[in-house]
């Protein structure tokens, strides 16, 4: 047929997609643009079994949240969490909040029948993160689940660590050393953002980059922390105060100085359930350290080690190998059979810090219509929240040793 002809039959319909799954978030600064993107990437990469719409995002200013849903991709904006979290079209809510906010809007959407995927630390106290796992379990009777935002399990090689791990590669395990390192307090004119003070944030560098090597060292091992002894330190203790808070850490100071409430500094060594040993140090004074995730750890027959700033690689030195060969070899974690790796490039074209947040989406994804439970689950989160506590009495204490107390 002459291709300027036309056709008496009318064109097939497309196959029907799959269902779509409307997602309403709260908050739109450097979380919620993070997962913005993993919401508006993941039908693109992975075959789903649903596909996400970016139906609404929630915040307080009228004009800033319409300017982020054009710029980040959503299709409506509310200035109120709580008309978001009732929208028809919104079947999970994802909360990228300070954490004071985290309790009361996943109860809030939990109860109104939506999933939700919360970002960590998953609350500010034990006590709200008990009752956000209360809510949690109530929804899951309904058939909705819930899930914390820990984002570096989903590092191709972080997830391959865990397998070498559980297939028994290291062996027992013996020692686990976790460090997160950041600067970005070190100058004393640091404005007093939220995440500087308790009552918004919870605690400092505890609970923002020591709530991940937290989950990291209880998801690698597939072992529980059950005791810890600490350090704390505020080096900066007053921080210009801002009249006008415009998000990222910025905003137009007042001209006076207010109170920091929370650690600048956290050290804490821990015992494991198998009686391995850990120590973790979340600082965000590190001089020169902008986003040092790094861990290592030793078992009977081997060990491996991650750096964050080299997310594509693994160490891994196997101790059965004959000593005239055995060494740390550099594992290129590219591999169409490494974790999430089969959906991207070829070997060696490599991800980056934003595909976490990809991966993050799909899995919640496969849990929802899978109806199985998301991991890390809130029970997993309350536990980070248990030991977080734990460090805060134990520093509290000057070190004194601190059990974390197992779930119930
Ligand atoms: C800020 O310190 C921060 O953005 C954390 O809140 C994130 O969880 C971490 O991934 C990077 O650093």
Same mark, same amino acid.
């Given at each position: 047929m002459d291709r300027t002809e036309q056709s008496d039959t009318p064109p097939a319909a497309p196959p029907p997609g799959p269902p779509e799954l409307g997602v309403g978030m709260v908050g739109y600064a450097f979380m919620g643009a993070a997962h913005s993107q993993g919401w508006r990437t993941v039908s693109h990469v992975f075959d789903l079994p649903l596909r996400p719409v970016l139906a609404a995002v929630a915040g307080r200013d009228r004009s800033a949240v319409h300017t982020a849903a054009a710029r980040l991709g959503w299709a409506a904006a509310e200035t109120d969490w709580r008309a978001l979290v009732t929208r028809d079209d919104v079947h999970?809510?994802?909360? !990228?909040?300070?954490?004071? =906010?985290?309790?009361?809007?996943?109860?809030?959407? =939990?109860?109104?029948?939506?999933?939700?995927?919360?970002?960590?630390? @998953?609350?500010?106290?034990?006590?709200?993160?008990?009752?956000? !796992?209360?809510?949690? %379990?109530?929804?899951?009777?309904?058939?909705?689940?819930?899930?914390?935002?820990?984002?570096?399990?989903?590092?191709? %090689?972080? %997830?391959?660590?865990?397998?070498?791990? #559980?297939?028994?590669?290291?062996?027992?395990?013996?020692?686990?050393?976790?460090?997160? @390192?950041?600067?970005?307090?070190?100058?004393?004119? #640091?404005? /007093? &953002?939220?995440? /500087?003070?308790?009552?918004? #944030?919870?605690? $400092?560098? @505890? $609970?923002? /980059?020591?709530?991940?090597?937290?989950? @990291?060292?209880?998801?690698?091992?597939?072992?529980?922390?059950?005791? *810890?002894?600490?350090? &704390?330190?505020?080096? *900066?203790?007053?921080?210009?105060? =801002?009249?006008?808070a415009t998000g990222g850490g910025r905003g137009i100071p007042s001209g006076g100085l207010g109170p920091v409430t929370v650690d600048d500094a956290t050290l804490f060594n821990g015992r494991l359930a198998s009686g391995a040993l850990a120590s973790f140090e979340a600082t965000r004074m590190a001089t020169g350290r902008k986003n040092a995730l790094r861990f290592e750890i030793n078992g009977e027959r081997g060990s491996l080690a991650f750096d964050l700033e080299r997310l594509n690689e693994l160490s891994f030195h196997d101790h059965t190998d004959p000593s005239s060969r055995a060494g740390f070899r550099r594992v290129l974690v590219t591999e169409p059979d490494h974790p999430y790796l089969r959906a991207w490039w070829p070997p060696g074209h490599a991800l980056g810090y934003e595909h976490t947040f990809t991966h993050q989406a799909h899995d919640l994804i496969e849990a929802i219509a899978r109806g199985t439970e998301p991991e890390p689950s809130f029970a997993d989160g309350l536990q980070v929240q248990r030991v977080l506590a734990a460090v805060e009495e134990s520093a509290r204490e000057n070190a004194a040793l601190v059990p974390v107390p197992a779930p119930v």
């Open positions: 999970l809510v994802d909360i !990228c909040t300070p954490g004071d =906010l985290h309790a009361e809007i996943a109860v809030a959407a =939990l109860d109104a029948g939506k999933h939700v995927l919360c970002e960590k630390p @998953l609350a500010n106290s034990v006590a709200q993160a008990e009752e956000m !796992c209360a809510a949690a %379990a109530r929804a899951r009777r309904r058939g909705t689940v819930a899930m914390v935002g820990f984002n570096y399990r989903r590092i191709p %090689a972080v %997830a391959h660590a865990r397998r070498l791990i #559980a297939e028994g590669h290291v062996g027992t395990l013996r020692h686990l050393r976790f460090t997160y @390192l950041q600067d970005w307090l070190v100058d004393p004119g #640091a404005p /007093l &953002t939220w995440r /500087l003070q308790r009552e918004h #944030a919870g605690s $400092g560098a @505890l $609970g923002d /980059l020591g709530a991940h090597i937290v989950d @990291l060292a209880q998801y690698l091992s597939g072992e529980r922390i059950t005791e *810890v002894s600490a350090l &704390t330190e505020t080096f *900066v203790r007053e921080r210009p105060q =801002l009249a006008v």
